[in-house]
C-alpha cells in the first residue's frame, strides 16, 4: 500500500505549482493518494488572502483533473489561520488515523522525480525497525567522508523537508514536551540532543518559551527522548526553494542547497549511524562564535 502525500500550503502560489508538477513527475504519483492542506489567511492580510484564494483556484482546477495526475485529491481549506506547526500536527495526525504511513511536504520543496519511491521503498523496508522514526528524502549539504558508500543511512536529527513516518512513531510524540524542565536543567542532555546539530536545544528552549512555532524541533526531541534515529538518502532528493524571502520562517540564504543525482540506490538491510557523517551534521549547524556570544547574552546559552 502506497503512503498517502500530505501537502500543506499557505500563500505561496509559484512555490506550490512547482512543487506539484514536481510531483507529477514521479512514476508512482498517479496511484497516489494526495492530501492538500491550504491554510486560512490571518484576519486583515489582505495580500495573504489574494494569495490564497488564488491558490485555491488552481487546487480546484487540480481537483478536477483527479486520476490523471494523483489517484486521489482531497482538499482541505481552513476557514482559519492555523499556523504550519498547527497545521502539520493536525493534519498529519488525522491522515494517521486512517493510514499506517504518510509522506509530507511542504509548498516550498521541489522533489527528484524517484521521491516517491525512495520514501515509500524506505517506508516498507524500515517498517519493523522501531528505532527508527522518521524518513527523510532532504539531505543537508555537508560533505559525506570518501570512504562512506551506503545509499541510506541514519542520523538522530529529524528533517522537515520531504519526510515520511509511521503511525506508530507520530503516537510517541509528546507536543507540550512535558519533562523540557528536567532536560535544560541536565548539560549532558543537551550535549547528546546536540549531536544531532549544535541548534537543537536552544531551539528547543525557545519553543518551549514561545519564542518560536516549531513542531520540527519537538519531532526531534521525540527521536532524542526515545533513542531513535531518521534515514537519509545520500543523495538528496528534495531541494528547498523557500529560502528567496518568500516564507514566513526562512531567510534568503544558499546554505542549504542541493543538487539532484539521478542514480540507482539499494537500501541496506540495517542502515548506521556513522559517527564522522555525525559529526559533520553537528558541525553543518555549529553557530559563529559571535552567535554564541548572542546566545548566551540573550537566553544565557552557550553551546
Same mark, same amino acid.
Given at each position: ?38 491554510? !486560512? ?174 513542531? !520540527? ?10 533513542? !531513535? ?21 526562512? !531567510? ?52
Amino acid at each position: 500500500m502506497l503512503a498517502p502525500i500530505a501537502l500543506f500550503a499557505y500563500n505561496r502560489p509559484l512555490h506550490l505549482q512547482k512543487n506539484i508538477e514536481s510531483l507529477i513527475l514521479n512514476e508512482l504519483a498517479k496511484e497516489s493518494e494526495i492530501f492538500i492542506f491550504s491554510d !486560512a489567511p490571518p484576519k486583515n492580510d489582505q495580500i495573504s488572502t489574494q494569495k490564497i484564494t488564488e491558490i485555491r483556484d488552481y487546487l480546484q482546477k487540480l481537483k478536477e483533473k483527479e486520476g490523471t495526475y494523483f489517484k486521489k485529491i482531497h482538499l482541505i481549506f481552513q476557514q482559519e489561520n492555523q499556523g504550519l506547526a498547527q497545521s502539520i500536527i493536525t493534519g498529519v495526525s488525522q491522515i494517521l488515523e486512517k493510514f499506517p504511513h504518510v509522506i509530507v511536504m511542504e509548498d516550498d520543496l521541489v522533489c527528484s522525480v524517484d521521491f516517491l519511491k525512495f520514501m515509500n521503498d524506505c517506508l516498507e523496508k524500515y517498517a519493523f525497525h522501531e528505532h527508527i522514526f522518521s524518513i527523510s528524502g532532504y539531505r543537508f549539504p555537508f560533505n559525506m567522508p570518501s570512504d562512506f558508500k551506503q545509499d541510506a543511512f541514519l542520523l538522530p536529527r529529524a528533517s522537515s523537508w520531504g519526510w515520511a513516518t509511521w503511525a506508530d512513531r507520530w503516537q510517541k510524540a509528546d507536543w507540550e514536551v512535558t519533562n523540557f524542565k528536567d532536560f535544560w536543567e541536565n548539560g549532558n542532555q543537551k550535549k547528546v540532543f546536540n549531536q544531532g546539530g549544535e541548534d537543537l536545544s536552544l531551539m528547543l528552549y525557545k519553543q518551549q518559551k514561545g519564542l518560536i512555532h516549531s513542531w !520540527a524541533i519537538r519531532w526531534c526531541f521525540t527521536l532524542f527522548r526515545n533513542h !531513535a534515529f531518521c534515514v537519509y538518502p545520500y543523495h538528496s532528493k528534495i531541494q528547498n526553494t523557500g529560502h528567496d524571502n518568500s516564507g514566513t520562517n526562512s !531567510a534568503n540564504t544558499a546554505k542549504y542547497n542541493t543538487k539532484f543525482v539521478q542514480a540507482n540506490y539499494t537500501l541496506p538491510e540495517n542502515p548506521i549511524v556513522n559517527t564522522n557523517v555525525t559529526q559533520r551534521l553537528s558541525r553543518f549547524f555549529r553557530p559563529s562564535i559571535f552567535r554564541k556570544i548572542i546566545n548566551w547574552w540573550k537566553f544565557g546559552y552557550f553551546a
